[in-house]
């Protein structure tokens, strides 16, 4: 995850952990506009690196904190 600026950084952990936009937005003192913008520039970045949005699920199972682990964002 190392190439992502900060705070993308930071909504993408807590994503990771299965937080919801509105718990990041509380823990982050942050609005929910501003965290869906940041989920949104996190998803055209995962369609770019991965050609897909691992996101786009009905399940919470299968969404970005279950589908993929930040071993998947570690640089080589």
């Known amino acids: 995850m190392a190439f992502l600026p900060g705070r993308l950084r930071e909504v993408l952990r ?6 919801t936009y509105a718990e990041i937005a509380q823990a982050l003192s942050l609005s929910g506009g501003t965290v869906k913008s940041y989920g949104a520039q996190l998803r055209e970045i995962l369609r770019k690196y991965f050609g897909h949005d691992p996101t786009k699920s009905s399940s919470r199972i299968g969404n970005i904190h279950g589908g993929l682990s930040e071993e998947a964002f570690q640089s080589p």
């Open 14 to 19: 807590l994503r990771l952990q299965g937080d």
